[in-house]
């Protein structure tokens, strides 16, 4: 549940900060959300 919720984080700070984190048709991760996601200790 944790790993769920560090997810959505990611997701949600890359709102906030207006980053992209996903491909264009919103299927797959991209390197951004990488970054956000360790940024965050995923």
């Not at 919103?26 to 940024?39: Q, T, V, Y």
Request: charged share 25%; no cysteine.
């Amino acid at each position: 549940m944790l790993a769920t919720l560090l997810h959505e984080a990611a997701h949600a700070l890359a709102h906030v900060r207006g980053i992209k984190d996903s491909s264009r048709q919103g299927r797959w991760h991209n390197a951004k959300f990488k970054a956000l996601s360790e940024e965050l200790g995923i």
